[in-house]
């Protein structure tokens, strides 16, 4: 029957319960059409009229209709993408991997690091401790040892699958707002540490994922976290727990006590500071606290715990095919640095090639050793290190005896005194002008040379009349007499200490918390490297290399490249520069060119040599020691720090001899002091021969003077000759009073004042600047 509204070539309207009305089906509506209105009489979801485009206005019901169907539409795609489709890959994934057991992961621990020196010959192979561990059964561990790992580690060990959700989330929650702590549970650890893969993406963790869910079902509990103990790193060279009890308690897995786990169970995190005892404290602290929180340890036994000392380390003596200790843990940390980590560092099979030059580590031990011939003080420690100025590669490190005598006659470990800072003495000079020219003034500026000049209540001395100069003294002139008073009104007066801590820096002193160097500038003491101002060897001859290479700073390394097994690069250094005295090239290369012709005449000043044929520039230190009442009357004037920091154009070197502490030091009697160009002047002067021998001839850059014209010095006597077949340097033996002396830690009112014989003030004039080619002044020269 035909609706009687409905003419003969009319469609009926579908029932309500058509898909199209319920929203589950198609809706064949075309809502951009005029709307019928003979269809709207017989529509229960017609809307009311048309819009002005004339699109139908739709009912409250067919809104809602259409607003539910896409949101079903778009839950079912939701679904679809995420979690059916990973649902399938997971299942994938899953049958694909597999879990490499204990034994392979193993096979690729443990492997020696070979070192190179720079010309490609072997240096040695550091092969670490327990290579032939034993992989360990659940009952060779202690019970304790797991618990603490697993309280440390992964709480929720016992009853996740592989991975622990709410982890995850955490660890994705503090990515976002910055905050420390991971997700990995101990069998994505173990996944990853077999792996040797840590890479930031999905894929990675996905794998791990699975891996570590496959682990969980294929292996029970207590084979998870053996197999985990058996390959995780926990410093000393110790893969597994078996060489790690081995290593630090030469004991079995099986004995470890509470004490002893909960120290190897915090040291997981941190293996590569295993040595530094506040670290050590701290992470065994942490652990049993959480064996506590997880039940494993009662709080009685918490408070009667003690820190289980580990054995000492193994003898650091130097034997033959192995690598200076020193020299290792210099290219350790810059390793550690670019992401070859302590745990990483023995499971590649890397190959490291150096920038030690073997001719120059060779000239600097030799130069040590007869440098030091004659001088009687036993307490006499000393350091050399030599930086390439064109790359910024450390060419000789030598930081001391690496096995040293112990209070009671024992071996143990020395001290890398050439990453030890000290004092610097007058050698901080450079410095002070670097910042004086930074400010557009001279050489030829002048200041009081004069002794004993007095700044508000403190009295500055020079280090004796050779060392004074007039009322009118150049800057040149101090610079080459090393006068005290000037440098420190320059600074209190002129540049003010910020900026010489500034210049230091750019230079490249490593300040701390960068480095060990501190360059301290609440007192004026800065301006003569006294005080709390104290640097490293290694520090002061990068930063004098950056004078030497026309104020172009090259950050200072040791490592030239490193390859793996498969031969391939895993890191090399990038050989960044920068002029860092002046925004400009030039105006940086000019300011390092007047700093290297002030230090230029300290050299024959000093009664030193240039190596045959090679300009060179330097400077001297000494600092002085504090005089204690039960002190000799010779030891009231000694020193106790000695420096000679001075370069060419190819090569930039710092000679330190010190002691330990403030001590009055004594050299070839038992009565004469030690002074910077008496005894770390000539080992310089002779490890530059040594490593010269036999290379171009070279010469500094010449560039405009700073703030005037300055007129050249007298010639000096010409004290090179060609007769050095040896690779010797003649040097000049003089008694430590009018010419020799330095001491920055002079100004104590206090402090008698030294011996002096009346002498005129010296005529020498300051050294040429004036050669060309010449770049533009800085502003206000």
């Known amino acids: 029957m035909v609706h009687p509204a409905l003419g003969p070539n009319d469609r009926e309207p579908d029932l309500i319960t058509h898909h199209t009305h319920n929203g589950t089906g198609p809706d064949d509506f075309d809502y951009d059409k005029p709307y019928s209105g003979e269809q709207a009489a017989f529509d229960e979801f017609a809307p009311g009229g048309q819009d002005a485009d004339g699109k139908p206005v739709l009912s409250p019901a067919q809104r809602k209709k259409r607003r539910w169907r896409r949101i079903r539409r778009t839950l079912y795609v939701l679904v679809g993408v995420f979690v059916v489709v990973p649902a399938i890959a997971f299942v ?147 893969y597994g727990v078996g060489a790690a009890s081995q290593a630090f308690f030469a004991k079995d897995a099986s004995q470890l006590n509470a004490s002893e786990a909960a120290l190897l169970a ?92 073997p001719q120059a580590q060779q000239a600097a031990e030799r130069a040590i050793s007869e440098g030091m011939q004659g001088f009687k003080d036993p307490k006499l420690l000393n350091a050399l290190v030599a930086v390439d100025p064109k790359t910024g590669g450390v060419l000789a490190y030598y ?204 050299i024959p000043f000093s009664h030193l040599q240039c190596p045959s044929g090679h300009e060179c520039a330097g400077k001297t230190g000494t600092q002085q020691h504090e005089p204690k009442p039960d002190d000799a009357a010779w030891a009231r004037n000694a020193n106790s720090q000695t420096w000679m920091v001075g370069y060419t154009p190819s090569v930039s070197a710092s000679v330190w001899v010190g002691g330990d502490l403030d001590e009055a030091l004594y050299g070839k009697t038992s009565t004469s002091p030690i002074y910077g160009s008496t005894i770390a002047g000539p080992i310089w002067a002779k490890f530059m021969a040594l490593y010269l021998k036999g290379k171009p001839p070279e010469q500094f850059s010449q560039v405009r003077p700073i703030g005037g014209d300055v007129a050249p010095p007298p010639s000096a006597p010409d004290t090179t000759d060609e007769q050095q077949p040896s690779g010797d340097v003649t040097t000049t033996e003089t008694a430590p009073d009018t010419n020799t002396r330095e001491s920055t830690d002079s100004t104590d009112p206090s402090r008698p004042d030294f011996p002096t014989r009346p002498t005129k003030p010296s005529k020498t004039k300051p050294p040429d600047t004036s050669e060309i080619p010449q770049p533009p002044d800085i502003p206000g020269g």
Not at 478 to 483: C, D, I, L
Request: charged share 20%; net charge neutral.
């Open 266 to 357: 915090g040291l997981i995190q941190q293996p590569g500071r295993s040595e530094n005892p506040k670290v050590a404290h701290d992470r065994w602290n942490t652990a049993l606290d959480r064996m506590v929180t997880n039940k494993y340890l009662s709080a009685a036994d918490r408070a009667a715990a003690q820190f289980p000392a580990p054995i000492p380390l193994e003898d650091a003596k130097q034997q033959a095919g192995t690598v200076n200790p020193f020299i290792k843990a210099q290219i350790k940390d810059e390793l550690s640095a670019q992401g070859i980590t302590e745990d990483k560092y023995y499971s590649g099979g890397y190959k490291v090639k150096t920038t030690i030059d």
């Open 92 to 238: 994938i994934t899953y049958f694909l991997v597999d879990v490499p057991s204990p034994k392979d992961v193993a096979q690729t621990q443990g492997q020696a690091v070979t070192f190179l020196y720079s010309d490609g010959s072997e240096m040695g192979k550091d092969i670490p401790k327990g290579q032939n561990r034993q992989i360990l059964q659940p009952d060779q561990i202690a019970e304790v040892m797991k618990q603490a790992a697993i309280a440390t580690e992964d709480a929720s060990f016992e009853t996740n699958s592989g991975f622990d959700v709410t982890g995850i989330l955490r660890a994705g929650y503090n990515q976002l707002t910055g905050g420390t702590g991971g997700g990995s549970t101990i069998s994505q650890q173990y996944i990853k540490k077999a792996t040797d893969n840590d890479d930031p993406t999905l894929t990675r963790k996905w794998t791990e994922l699975a891996k570590s869910f496959k682990m969980n079902q294929t292996f029970e509990k207590k084979d998870i976290i053996t197999a985990y103990l058996n390959i995780i790193y926990f410093g000393r060279g110790a």
């Open 399 to 602: 930081g001391g005896e690496p096995l040293v005598k112990g209070p009671n006659g024992e071996d143990q470990a020395g001290r890398d005194w050439a990453n030890t800072s000290r004092n610097p003495g007058s050698s901080m000079k450079a410095f002070d002008l670097t910042a004086f020219l930074k400010l557009g003034k001279g050489l030829t500026s002048t200041f009081d040379g004069s002794n004993n000049r007095k700044f508000g209540d403190r009295v500055v001395r020079n280090a004796g009349p050779g060392s004074s100069c007039s009322q009118q003294c150049t800057v040149a002139e101090a610079m080459e007499r090393s006068a005290n008073t000037v440098f420190y009104d320059m600074v209190l007066n002129v540049t003010k200490q910020g900026p010489v801590a500034e210049a230091a820096k750019e230079a490249g002193v490593k300040a701390a918390p960068d480095g060990n160097s501190t360059l301290f500038t609440g007192d004026n003491n800065i301006s003569l490297g006294g005080g709390k101002t104290a640097i490293t060897p290694v520090d002061m001859a990068s930063a004098y290399a950056t004078f030497a290479a026309d104020g172009v700073q090259r950050d200072r390394h040791f490592v030239a490249l490193v390859t793996n097994a498969q031969n391939e690069t895993a890191y090399e250094p990038k050989g960044d520069s920068k002029s860092v005295f002046a925004n400009d090239t030039d105006q940086s290369k000019q300011i390092a060119g007047n700093v290297t012709a002030a230090l230029k005449p300290v």
